[in-house]
């Protein structure tokens, strides 16, 4: 699904909160688009992070769990495209570390204030050179209002940038939170790269930046179909420089209450975004499932839902295929009773208990034709739920699925 | 991918095994394909199955495991094609008990010893009047030697009938096993009914029929991606009704051995046409994943590379891109070590301990030329192994997938 409007401010996203400077540029890993991002701190900044929980992790992500802990403040984030430095062994390690100590000469820090990132091609090392001298020159390129140049460098797959942020007072001062995010032109990406860089000139503490990050991540990045399984290389990492002059942000405060509201809404945005850079996506589908035995039960189910290439093709068709849903929902694992099984398409509702179809085919089809589509699954027996994302399918596999009714 | 021969034997199939007919006709549940078949055993046969674990199930799969409960001996399984009688509650119920009525009566025994069977769009209430008059005229058209027709009625997108047989001598007597499978034309149909029936003129007891029927199904049905998730319809029936005159096959006899092999080979043969019927699938491939922690691990392992649309699209695009296989057992969530991983394609090594790369890319990719791959991972950690087949992706999700590279 292309974006309507495809033009993302300059300033709206990362460098939109005060203090942060960004580049993207061309440096030789792909053939002519930009490959290389730099964001930049110009204070020291505090640094939260989520990553990958997949067995087999790359050499960045390893490097930025231990600059994490390693140092109390960071200043930047260098990242490639074109080459996850994933599965290199030694080397790619090597390497890894290199891109941040060049970085790090380059803006006279020190390497572990440097978060590395990587995305593209598993198991071919990273063409140092090439990188090396693409860090020798970024740092020439910092811009306080070029947001964009930087969101188009971590792009793979992508077909558009993806880009937010969010500006709020507190105490009579104006925060912003800024990011910028990539997700891939995959159906079910299980292995394409998921990155999201996150800057904003609030001032909190490093344990509650964590918490919050951790928390927001958990119902945006991790509530999309895209993420449902994790890459190699997968990364949320966020920088709070405290330039915007406020206090720090402490638990249990509006002030806490407010950021997290803030902050979801960015990242909210992003991965709709992701989710609407399906490849072939036509829909974007809210997915709400209501009255499960326990939270973790909706989200199976919700998440079987979104997975499921017949009720994807049925949502792409338009077709009210509501008996690929129950049955979805039926092989989740969950218990439930399919006779209460509710549903609701947009605000209409097309099944109640008891298998009773409230609307004609056609009428019930009906409800499927906007572009934004928010299906509501009532299992009606607790009161667990669940909200998640996903996106339809299309093209080829939709001429045998879509028209299998008729 | 058609099969290159689509020619199946009129007998070559559930009718090969002594003592059976069946047939197969149009009667107006579709538009103008065959929608309804009769397996029928002339004389009183011991059955077995295997059913769906969905938590929804249709109405002919409650019926099925009554009926297989209540009678010692079965006769027939009468199946349509087109409505799943699934989601239908009450009426549905009862449907399917009046197919097996009906079915009773016209041949002239008990409901009980009926097997019913259904398949196509769930929801939807079954047309009985047509269905009745189906069954009264389907009766007429039984033959020993026409398993073509029923095979051709259980189809729903199917692209070919799928039907096998093999038969082998157990004590000077010739003993024939036969069988017919229905999949889907789709990519990873979690929500299309595999449905499959076996007849053979083998004499064997309730009991140990049960027990490998079951443990067969394992090793065929349950090992194809197909099967991966299970529909609210999927069945197994097996009639077993010893008209080669053998003496009743013995567990931890040599004779149980031979025609559990011989049932495999049947069973298999069914699976792989399933997978080779799988939407756009232009390759058939086996994974065997050896050398893990256990068994179990290893069919983890085997069953997320072989959903990965990564792997699959790579293989379609015939590009030896390891980094998506190893990142898949990566997510897995099973317990490895990736630097002990290797793989082997069509007997050739392109992936060694330590991430060595032991062919170039170019080589590599030439072990994905073959219609038939057989893909080789060992993780080097223990001594579970596990097999499964699946097939590729193909279509404009590999337009972007598959050049992801270049």
Chains 1, 2 share one sequence.
């Not at 074109?82 to 390690?93: K, P, R, V």
């Not at 740092?139 to 969010?166: G, Q, R, W, Y």
């Not at 919700?302 to 792409?316: D, E, F, G, Q, W």
Request: with cysteine; glycine share 8%; aromatic share 6%.
């Amino acid at each position: 699904m292309q974006q309507e409007e495809v033009e993302i401010e300059m300033k709206n996203g990362i460098t939109a909160p005060k203090g942060f400077k960004a580049a993207g540029i061309h440096c030789g890993i792909k053939k002519s688009k930009k490959d290389l991002a730099l964001i930049y701190s110009t204070s020291p900044a505090t640094a939260a992070a989520v990553f990958t929980l997949n067995k087999v992790q790359a050499a960045p992500v390893l490097i930025c769990k231990e600059y994490l802990l390693r140092a109390k403040k960071h200043r930047a984030i260098i990242v490639n495209s074109g080459n996850a430095n994933a599965c290199t062994g030694e080397q790619g390690y090597k390497d890894s570390l290199l891109m941040a100590e060049k970085t790090a000469e380059a803006l006279k820090i020190k390497p572990e204030e440097v978060f590395v990132s990587s995305t593209g091609v598993i198991g071919e090392t990273l063409p140092m050179n090439i990188i090396t001298n693409g860090i020798s020159k970024i740092v020439n390129f910092l811009e306080e209002d070029d947001n964009f140049s930087a969101a188009e460098a971590i792009m793979t797959t992508d077909t558009f940038v993806k880009a937010a942020s969010e500006s709020f007072d507190i105490n009579g001062k104006v925060v912003t939170i800024g990011g910028i995010a990539k997700g891939s032109g995959m159906i079910h990406p299980n292995m394409a790269t998921m990155l999201a860089f996150v800057t904003t000139d609030a001032a909190i503490e490093k344990e509650s930046f964590q918490t919050i990050i951790k928390d927001v991540t958990d119902k945006t990045f991790n509530k999309i179909v895209v993420d449902g399984d994790t890459s190699t290389n997968d990364m949320v990492i966020a920088l709070a420089n405290g330039e915007s002059g406020i206090d720090n942000i402490k638990p249990d405060t509006a002030e806490y209450d407010l950021f997290s509201e803030k902050l979801f809404n960015v990242l909210k945005k992003l991965s709709i975004d992701i989710v609407k850079d399906g490849e072939g996506a036509t829909k974007l589908v809210e997915i709400n499932v209501e009255g499960a035995l326990s939270d973790q039960d909706a989200e199976k189910a919700a998440r079987t839902v979104a997975l499921s290439p017949l009720v994807k093709t049925a949502i792409h068709g338009e077709d009210a295929n509501w008996g690929r849903i129950i049955a979805a929902v039926g092989y989740s694992g969950i218990d439930f009773d399919p006779a209460k099984f509710e549903i609701i398409i947009n605000g209409i509702p097309i099944l109640k208990q008891n298998y009773t179809v409230t609307l004609p085919i056609i009428e019930a089809n009906k409800t499927l034709k906007s572009k934004e589509i928010k299906l509501v699954l009532k299992l009606n027996c607790g009161n667990g739920e669940s909200t998640l994302w996903t996106c339809d399918f299309s093209e080829e596999y939709v001429k045998i699925n879509g028209s299998y009714r008729t």
